[in-house]
């Protein structure tokens, strides 16, 4: 498994966390997105795997969604 977190910008994350003026919301998006990740590219995956395409797209618009709000941080 690898670690997914090791790719965001902990300066970013920081910078959030001040424009909300607490870190906790920051911190608690963030531990819940990497938290559900594994799951979402899992689900990728598999959909792949069965050539479902409607979940394929689905699952990507998935991940797609909730990666939108992680962009501050890129």
Same mark, same amino acid.
């Given at each position: 498994?690898?670690?997914?977190g090791?790719? !965001? ?19 608690q998006? !963030? ?5 559900? !990740? ?9 959909? !792949? ?26």
């Amino acid at each position: 498994m690898s670690n997914h977190g090791a790719d !965001l910008d902990s300066g970013r994350l920081r910078a959030l966390a001040e424009e909300l003026g607490n870190p906790e919301p920051a911190r608690q998006f !963030l531990t819940k997105y990497l938290a559900m !990740l594994t799951g979402r590219t899992d689900r990728i995956a598999h959909a !792949l795997e069965d050539q479902d395409t409607d979940e394929t797209a689905t699952a990507v618009l998935s991940l797609k969604i909730s990666s939108a709000w992680s962009a501050p941080w890129k």
